[in-house]
């Protein structure tokens, strides 16, 4: 059973900084695409960023092109997302994805979902 964790939301302030990371267990998390949603209160989830099942490729959200850093760590089953400059507008539950396939973009495309970390930025 694929099991994906998130960690290290939390209250930060804009212009701050925070890193999130999500552990996968339950498969070869080193086969697939994995990505990161956000979902504000009142709204869909959103896309926020993909990764390739190598780490070489990268796809971002106009919203958050050139503050966050999608990366991943295969021999730690770990993903992260370094957010950088955030703004209130970041608020959101941030949540883990992992897709069945080496390249992902939409939502449809991923299988599996963590539990979430929260985010919220003050202005």
């Known amino acids: 059973q694929v099991q994906l964790v998130e960690s290290g939301g939390g209250l930060v302030q804009a212009g701050g900084s925070l890193r999130l990371s999500c552990v996968a267990s339950?498969?070869?998390?080193?086969?697939?695409?994995m990505g990161w949603f956000r979902q504000a209160p009142g709204k869909e989830r959103e896309f926020v960023a993909t990764?390739?099942?190598?780490?070489?490729?990268?796809y971002y959200a106009d919203s958050v092109k050139g503050r966050f850093t999608i990366s991943r760590d295969n021999a730690k089953n770990t993903l992260y997302l370094q957010m950088n400059s955030l703004k209130p507008e970041d608020t959101a539950v941030y949540y883990c994805?992992?897709?069945?396939?080496?390249?992902?973009?939409?939502?449809?495309?991923?299988?599996?979902w963590g539990q979430g970390t929260q985010v919220t930025v003050s202005s």
């Open positions: 339950g498969r070869t998390f080193s086969n697939y695409a």
């Open positions: 994805a992992g897709s069945g396939s080496r390249w992902a973009e939409t939502r449809d495309e991923y299988d599996y």
């Open positions: 990764i390739s099942w190598s780490g070489r490729s990268t």
